[in-house]
């Protein structure tokens, strides 16, 4: 699993069957930032995942994602060709005992 923020969403109007209706977000995995040794905030990787959402998460909301066999066992996704979902919405995080989010 890993934290990424929500950057946007993909509008797809050909798809496979198993995801019509499902909402596909763009997102950018984030890593910890340090400052003097202690954790800092978040900051960007620069990099994008396109993940099925079963939670209803929105743009510029950090979320939990997770890859791979393991996105399949999410929600109602078994039959569907997905590699990454959506399965939480951060509320906080903490690192070094600062709030990161």
Not at 32 to 40: C, F, H, L, N, V
Not at 75 to 100: N, S
Request: glycine share 12%; charged share 20%; aromatic share 2%.
């Amino acid at each position: 699993m890993f934290i990424g923020r929500v950057q946007g969403h993909i509008v797809s109007s050909a798809k496979d069957q198993a995801i019509v209706g499902r909402k596909l977000l763009m997102i950018e995995p984030l890593k910890i930032g340090y400052t003097d040794d202690q954790a800092s905030g978040f900051e960007p990787t620069g990099r994008a995942i396109v993940a099925l959402d079963v939670t209803g998460a929105g743009e510029g909301q950090l979320v939990l994602i997770t890859q791979g066999s393991s996105a399949r066992m999410a929600g109602d996704c078994k039959d569907a060709p997905i590699d990454a979902v959506v399965i939480g919405i951060i509320d906080t995080a903490v690192a070094d005992g600062q709030a990161l989010a």
